[in-house]
């Protein structure tokens, strides 16, 4: 099972399109997660075309996100148990707090987003993913989205590319 994973679109704010690589993951996943920071309902509503698609609120949405989103997300998939938050608040880092959301529950991953600086990891048995952003890299090198794979076992990469990507 192939699942993509995205943070923080800031879309049509950051970004007017998705990028063709990120597309032709879409394409191809099982399941899409945003964590959070689409921005705008249109970025819902493009991503849920490529299929099944699972997200959290963030910081910056628009009031019709807030209607629609969580802002933490438990699911299962392929008998793995994801968390996903945005990560957004006060104090602390923006992973500590995304851990500290999931604190009471074993989970086998947590993503979360909201400082757009991709993170990969895994650490007491559990994988830790910040994807960065596809659209809005801020001060990183470069734009990226996380690849993880739910078969086995659990894995994952992030997906590193330029603006021509």
């Known amino acids: 099972m192939l699942i993509t994973a995205i943070s923080d679109t800031h879309m049509p704010k950051r970004g007017r399109v998705l990028p063709k690589l990120l597309t032709e993951y879409l394409e191809i996943s099982d399941v899409i997660i945003h964590a959070g920071d689409w ?3 249109s970025v819902y509503r493009e991503l849920s075309s490529f ?5 959290v609120l963030g910081n910056t949405d628009s009031g019709e996100l807030k209607e629609m989103l969580k802002d933490k997300l438990i699911l299962n998939i392929n008998g ?3 968390g996903v938050v945005h990560g957004h608040g ?3 880092t923006t992973e500590k707090r995304a851990l500290e959301a999931f604190a009471a529950d074993k989970l086998d991953c947590v993503i979360y987003g909201h400082s757009h600086i991709p993170a990969l990891k895994k650490e007491n048995g559990t ?3 910040n994807p960065g952003s596809p659209t809005d890299k801020r001060r990183q090198p470069r734009f990226s989205f996380a690849v993880i794979r739910a078969e086995e076992e659990l894995s994952a990469e992030i997906v590193y590319f330029d603006k021509e990507s």
Do not use: P, S, T, V
Not at 51 to 55: C, H, T, V, Y
């Open 90 to 92: 006060k104090g602390k």
């Open 51 to 55: 299929g099944q698609l699972e997200g």
């Open 80 to 82: 793995f148990k994801i």
């Open 127 to 129: 994988l830790i993913i």
């Open 39 to 41: 921005q705008d309902l």
